[in-house]
């Protein structure tokens, strides 16, 4: 019997598998062995768009500022090169502060409409005069009267159109369940469907055919800047350049952030030179606070509490404040990311709020690289991802919820 051996360097580690010839033609019959390995992934990247009509990209669920941005961005870059492109983040709802961007107002909260269904009825014995249908009890029923003579099973085909996408791009996304309900409700897509997978997360997957990993990298704007730059430079226009230094600005807290490199100053640098509009950015993202929000983000930050033990910064805010402050839910958008900013050597970030409207505490939690946001709230069926989660506790008061939460990041932190 004859063998090949197959020897792959990568980052774990070097790997050799032996195969005999007939795995060998089955494995390239199903694509497991990089027939591309001779190109780049650069070049790899650049083949899959030229190839391409329809693509997805999709965010972690409730994307933040960095990743929206950088969506926005390589949205219009791709556009350029005359292809479809859509954007999906489960359960998106458009921050109003980001309504400068173009495009933002299409960004989708579910995928819709990504196969046909097809049912072919041969019609060549019995011609069709009406066509009806009904839904009852969940079933679908499909009347179908012939003109004369009868339609029978034999007469009737089904089918299923391929994926209108051509491949996926992930932007932000540790892995594949950090998607939430857009990948939980379309796994076979994600699975059948080339991924490009970009992140500067040290905990991603590389669960894509090309991987863009860069822990260098102050946020994913960044990242994509310098891949757009090695594909096409020219491309990059002024609208492209200002949603990527909106997603860097944001990733940064405004270049406060202690990921903010000299690396990370010149790319925006280049930015500005090249059109971003930071003049905009700043006002759209922090200059568009109400007086109702900034008096609730003075109150907020006043009972600011640091816990050394977790490294974790908290602010907790009653239906009172709310109430003084003439302030309402939304306005709490950007407190976390100013907690962050306010609490440097803050590994977790907790605001936690009474609903002004119901009452209900409502909780969100952001953690650094170093921890896994949705994991440590699991208990309280949290959704997020791995840098924030949002969760709601029910049946105990604001006291009483944080408390709650602390604990468990005790006893998480303590088997840790």
């Known amino acids: 019997m004859a063998y090949i051996l197959l020897t792959n360097i990568g980052i774990i580690g070097k790997i050799t598998r032996y195969f005999t010839l007939k795995d060998c033609r089955a494995l390239w019959a199903r694509n497991d062995i990089n027939t591309d390995m001779a190109l780049t992934e650069i070049e790899q990247f650049k083949q899959l768009v030229s190839d391409s009509k329809h693509i997805l990209i999709a965010l972690p669920a409730q994307a933040e500022t960095d990743a929206t941005a950088s969506a926005l961005a390589l949205q219009l870059f791709l556009t350029a090169s005359h292809k479809q492109v859509d954007i999906v983040s489960a359960d998106f709802v458009m921050p109003k502060n980001l309504k400068f961007l173009t495009g933002v107002e299409k960004i989708k909260p579910e995928l819709?409409?990504?196969?046909?269904?097809?049912?072919?009825?041969?019609?060549?014995?019995?011609?069709?005069?009406?066509?009806?249908?009904?839904?009852?009890?969940?079933?679908?029923?499909?009347?179908?009267?012939?003109?004369?003579?009868?339609?029978?099973?034999?007469?009737?085909?089904?089918?299923?159109?391929?994926?209108?996408?051509?491949?996926?791009?992930?932007?932000?996304?540790?892995?594949?369940?950090?998607?939430?309900?857009?990948?939980?409700?379309?796994?076979?897509?994600?699975?059948?469907?080339?991924?490009?997978?970009?992140?500067?997360?040290?905990?991603?997957?590389?669960?894509?055919?090309?991987?863009?990993v860069d822990l260098s990298a102050a946020g994913v704007a960044e990242m994509l800047f310098k891949l757009l730059q090695q594909i096409n430079e020219p491309q990059i226009t002024a609208e492209i350049a200002t949603a990527l230094l909106t997603g860097i600005t944001a990733a940064t807290h405004s270049f406060k952030s202690p990921h903010v490199s000299p690396l990370s100053l010149k790319h925006a640098s280049t930015l500005v030179s090249m059109g971003a509009d930071r003049e905009k950015i700043i006002t759209h993202l922090y200059r568009t606070k109400t007086l109702s929000a900034l008096k609730m983000w003075g109150q907020a930050l006043a009972h600011l509490k640091f816990n050394p033990e977790l490294k974790l910064a908290s602010v907790v805010i009653t239906r009172d404040d709310f109430t003084r402050a003439g302030a309402r839910a939304e306005e709490l958008a950007g407190l976390a990311e100013e907690l962050i900013g306010s609490a440097p050597e803050a590994e977790l970030t907790l605001l936690m709020y009474e609903d002004p409207t119901d009452g209900v505490v409502n909780g969100l939690l952001h953690a650094n690289s170093k921890y896994d946001a949705k994991q440590l709230t699991a208990a309280f069926g949290s959704e997020g991802n791995k840098k924030q989660a949002r969760f709601i506790l029910t049946g105990v008061d604001l006291v009483g919820a944080e408390e709650k939460v602390v604990e468990q990041l005790k006893n998480l932190n303590s088997k840790s």
Do not use: M
Not at 129 to 144: A, G, H, R, T
Not at 161 to 179: C, E, H, K, N, Q
Not at 191 to 208: S, V
């Open 112 to 212: 819709e409409h990504l196969q046909k269904f097809i049912i072919k009825v041969d019609v060549s014995k019995a011609k069709i005069d009406s066509i009806s249908y009904d839904i009852k009890d969940s079933w679908l029923s499909i009347y179908l009267t012939p003109r004369s003579g009868t339609v029978g099973a034999s007469d009737l085909r089904t089918a299923q159109t391929t994926y209108r996408y051509d491949f996926v791009i992930t932007l932000g996304a540790p892995d594949l369940a950090s998607l939430g309900e857009v990948f939980a409700n379309n796994t076979d897509l994600f699975y059948r469907l080339p991924i490009i997978n970009i992140d500067t997360n040290a905990g991603n997957e590389r669960f894509g055919k090309i991987n863009f």
